[in-house]
């Protein structure tokens, strides 16, 4: 089944088009989250999320766009929305904790099972993944489909629905923000 009569097939409620759809899709999904979440089972849950949204509103799919861009979207903003989310609740938490909350923050070390991490890098891995977190979502997006999906800079503007300019941009200071972020973090572990 071609991608087009696969779309057709999903907006039917062909159930069997959506299994076909999850097999194909699942890793791309998966990948493109926990490389912005960097937590397993966040990712996991990001990925059965982004499937319910996809079963839910693929009527609204026109084939303006390809359907991975279509797909990479919905992945994108699921895992925004879920950081977004853990900030919420860590806030709530410090605040819980200053008026008399039992006081203990958990706190969550970042998982390096990334797909595409070989396990002789994961120190470096690791100490990249810390300095993804400091930069601001949209240099950590551009970064993260050009790094570990391998996106190009056009696809990616595509997804984000933004200029190629403003993708080589946002390249560019997501670079510029690492190198800096990594840096301190080796002056710090080097003393």
């Given at each position: 089944?071609?991608?087009?009569?696969?779309?057709?097939?999903?907006?039917?409620?062909?159930?069997?088009?959506?299994?076909?759809?999850?097999?194909?899709?699942?890793?791309?999904?998966?990948?493109?989250?926990?490389?912005?979440?960097?937590?397993?089972?966040?990712?996991?849950?990001?990925?059965?999320?982004?499937?319910?949204?996809?079963?839910?509103?693929?009527?609204?799919?026109?084939?303006?766009?390809?359907?991975?861009?279509?797909?990479?979207?919905?992945?994108?903003?699921?895992?925004?929305?879920?950081?977004?989310?853990?900030?919420?609740?860590?806030?709530?938490?410090?605040?819980?904790?200053?008026?008399?909350?039992?006081?203990?923050?958990?706190?969550?070390?970042?998982?390096?099972?990334?797909?595409?991490?070989?396990?002789?890098?994961?120190?470096?891995?690791?100490?990249?993944?810390?300095?993804?977190k400091q930069i601001p979502d949209n240099?950590?997006?551009?970064?993260?489909?050009?790094?570990?999906?391998?996106?190009?800079?056009?696809?990616?503007?595509?997804?984000?629905?933004?200029?190629?300019?403003?993708?080589?941009?946002?390249?560019?200071?997501?670079?510029?923000?690492?190198?800096?972020?990594?840096?301190?973090?080796?002056?710090?572990?080097?003393?």
């Amino acid at each position: 089944m071609d991608q087009p009569e696969l779309i057709t097939q999903l907006q039917l409620g062909d159930e069997s088009a959506f299994t076909k759809l999850v097999d194909e899709y699942q890793d791309m999904v998966y990948n493109t989250a926990l490389g912005i979440v960097q937590q397993a089972d966040d990712a996991d849950d990001i990925t059965q999320e982004v499937f319910i949204q996809v079963y839910q509103s693929i009527s609204s799919f026109k084939g303006d766009s390809k359907f991975s861009t279509w797909l990479y979207r919905i992945a994108v903003s699921k895992a925004l929305d879920h950081e977004k989310k853990k900030k919420r609740k860590k806030r709530f938490g410090f605040v819980q904790s200053l008026f008399g909350g039992d006081g203990e923050e958990q706190v969550h070390p970042v998982e390096f099972d990334h797909p595409g991490i070989q396990a002789e890098k994961k120190e470096s891995a690791a100490a990249l993944f810390r300095a993804l977190k400091q930069i601001p979502d949209n240099q950590r997006i551009v970064f993260s489909l050009h790094k570990l999906e391998g996106q190009s800079n056009r696809e990616i503007a595509a997804i984000m629905n933004t200029s190629l300019q403003a993708v080589e941009s946002l390249m560019s200071r997501a670079k510029a923000s690492l190198k800096k972020e990594l840096n301190d973090y080796y002056q710090k572990n080097i003393t």
